[in-house]
């Protein structure tokens, strides 16, 4: 079985985050964090976004950073973190700015790459600069910008401030094909389709879909949504089990392209 290069790069900066430093922080990765990448598989879902060390990443919506701390550790180049403005309306999104720059500033041995913005879709702003960026990433956010009429924005912002032939990476919570926008507010999961007109409508070019991050036991229809799912648990106690054999959700996995300058 052949390797790529790209792969056997990233596979080695993972296991390097196993490493601890001094009083200025670790490289160490949350022991929580990586219990979870039997859901999540991120060498595989970096390697299939192409993203290299030497990129420039724009991470959007990246919340408590739990793919942060594995792009950071991963890149040479800049992470920018595009996070909720910490004047934000919202007591929720400015406390988890907070406790997001709390967390970088805490380590800088791992996140000393890692630089913050704004990202607010509903008043259309994106504050890293048009052009700019090799990569954008998302992980489960597309719901949530959903619930606010904010999907389609978004898309267009990261069109934005990707260089023409710039990557745009989307992982997210599938639904079944032909699911109303409604029930995908309401459950979280979201079709593929609906992803892949986002982007398309943005400018996009759709290149590739991948089934690492697919999970056939999840049948994506749970008395809570996906939040019935690890790790959130909302019905607790109740089918905890079940729900924990089930694991995380199944997810699309979907590579988009900016159109070259070309």
């Excluded at 594995?70 to 400015?94: D, I, N, Q, W």
């Excluded at 049948?219 to 106690?237: E, I, Q, S, Y």
Aim: glycine share 6%; hydrophobic share 40%; charged share 25%.
């Amino acid at each position: 079985m052949k390797i790529s290069f790209s792969k056997i790069l990233l596979m080695a900066s993972l296991l390097m985050a196993s490493v601890s430093l001094t009083a200025q922080g670790s490289l160490e990765r949350n022991p929580d964090n990586a219990s979870r990448d039997q859901y999540r598989h991120p060498v595989q879902t970096l390697t299939f976004f192409n993203i290299d060390p030497w990129m420039d990443v724009v991470e959007i919506s990246p919340g408590g950073g739990w793919y942060t701390e594995v792009l950071a550790k991963h890149l040479t180049g800049t992470l920018f973190a595009a996070h909720a403005s910490p004047e934000s309306k919202s007591a929720y999104y400015r406390n988890s700015q907070r406790k997001f720059v709390e967390m970088i500033e805490a380590n800088q041995a791992l996140y000393g790459n890692v630089d913050v913005h704004v990202f607010d879709p509903g008043a259309r702003v994106l504050s890293t600069p048009d052009n700019s960026a090799d990569a954008v990433l998302t992980f489960r956010n597309v719901h949530n910008w959903m619930r606010r009429d904010n999907d389609a924005s978004s898309f267009e912002l990261f069109y934005k401030t990707l260089k023409p032939g710039g990557i745009l990476g989307v992982v997210e919570h599938r639904a079944v094909p032909g699911t109303d926008r409604d029930s995908m507010i309401k459950s979280g999961y979201v079709t593929q389709a609906h992803v892949i007109k986002l982007a398309e409508d943005a400018g996009f070019i759709f290149e590739a879909s991948s089934e690492v991050n697919a999970n056939p036991a999840d049948t994506a229809d749970h008395p809570r949504g996906v939040w019935t799912l690890p790790p959130n648990l909302r019905l607790g106690d109740v089918d905890r089990e079940r729900y924990l054999e089930i694991g995380e959700s199944d997810r699309m996995t979907l590579r988009f392209r900016k159109p070259s300058s070309d």
